[in-house]
């Protein structure tokens, strides 16, 4: 039985990798520092083997008898990488430079990064510039998400050798129900407004284009990619998305799958700038090369999202739980609180920090 080290596992594409991995009869070791708790991991805790660490310090032995590493750890979006930049840099580029170096060194062979197809944007200022990008297009990153993510990725080809096999995926925009859920990505947020607004409201018109990727396919597409022969993967770059949609058309597919599960919705255009991204992307080379192809669709994955968040009662949605920058900074303003007023409930020994009230 091969074993694999899921670096962050516990998060939204994590735990659904975890639970593909599973049932194709991989073991699996996850290494997570467990930001959004152990909630996502519920349904598969007594299959897998955790170890609580953080990916820039974790000790060498998580690395001990592994067949491949597939990292999927880090800040995983734009707000969350520009409110601490430092921190984005040191998971995202710095810690995967020395995951990637303590596995060459262990002999681990096969090393899968999860980027991003933001990588690809081009915004909506110039309509000349408008194209569908395929992995050899020119590419210069400028946010902070996307630009930590594509330094990573240089590390990693730099060093891709005949002992040394990275594989890097750029996802594009990831949607679906997962056991550790957000409602901070586009398809995503439709479900959840449209269940508690009744509404969906298209900022600057929704004209924008966006990759997609439903959050199973995506887990199909690293499972693909451990798969594949080695040969032919060493060093390559794979974009993977289910199709490219303006989000206006986007808006159109969900407000239809949501009518047939007897949610109605009305769509709402906002046409304020607001800084938005626009990049479409080709698919053609891992469809080429490794016959990988999406089977789940936006609607079929809406119809799920409704069921799935009832079953689950994941309806309290105003939970920062689901919002990675909302409970990145309400951890970081409990961490302060804590320091002075250490154990929630059990009585300190002594006072940290004495105060005078007039």
């Known amino acids: 039985m091969k074993k694999i080290l899921l670096v962050g596992g516990a998060g ?13 009869g991989y073991a699996v070791r996850i290494l997570d520092r467990l930001y959004y708790g152990r909630q996502g991991l519920r349904d598969i805790k007594d299959r897998i083997e955790l170890v609580v660490d953080d990916m820039r310090t974790f000790s060498p032995r998580v690395l001990e008898n592994l067949d491949a590493v597939i990292n999927v750890g880090g800040l995983s979006n734009d707000p969350t990488a520009e409110y601490n930049p430092t921190a984005n840099y040191e998971m995202n580029t710095l810690a995967t430079q020395r995951l990637a170096e303590m596995c060459k060194g ?3 062979r096969r090393f899968i990064f999860a980027s991003t197809c933001s990588i690809y944007d081009r915004g909506v200022s110039d309509g000349d510039i408008d194209i569908v990008q395929d992995e050899e297009s020119e590419v210069s990153p400028q946010a902070a998400y996307s630009s930590s993510k594509y330094k990573a990725e240089r590390i990693l080809l730099d060093m891709a050798d005949d002992d040394f096999c990275p594989i890097i995926l750029r996802k ?9 859920m957000r409602y901070d990505l586009v398809v995503n947020t439709f479900v959840k407004y449209a269940l ?7 900022h600057y018109g929704g004209e924008m284009w966006r990759p ?4 199973r396919d995506a887990a199909r597409a690293y499972i693909t990619c451990l798969q ?14 289910q199709g490219n949609y303006r989000i206006s058309e986007l808006a159109l597919r969900v407000q239809a799958a949501l009518r047939e599960v007897g949610v109605e919705v009305e769509i709402y255009p906002d046409y304020g700038y607001r800084g938005v991204r626009s990049y479409r992307v080709s698919t053609r080379k891992i469809e080429h090369m490794l016959g990988f192809r999406p089977v789940v669709t936006v609607e079929e994955s809406v119809k799920e999202l409704v069921h799935k968040i009832r079953e689950y009662g994941y309806t309290d949605f105003d939970n920062p739980r689901y919002y990675n920058i909302h409970w990145m900074k309400l951890l970081e303003e409990a961490q302060v609180i804590t320091q002075v007023t250490g154990s929630v409930f059990e009585a300190p020994s002594t006072l940290a920090v004495s105060e005078v009230v007039k």
């Open 106 to 108: 262990q002999g681990i």
């Open 212 to 215: 997609l990727i439903n959050v």
């Open 196 to 202: 508690t607004e009744g509404r969906l409201t298209l």
């Open 172 to 180: 594009g925009t990831v949607f679906g129900f997962s056991p550790r």
């Open 228 to 241: 594949a022969e080695e040969t032919a993967m060493r060093g390559q770059i794979f974009n993977i998305s």
């Open 12 to 24: 939204y594409v994590g735990t659904v990798l975890a639970e593909e991995l599973l049932v194709r």
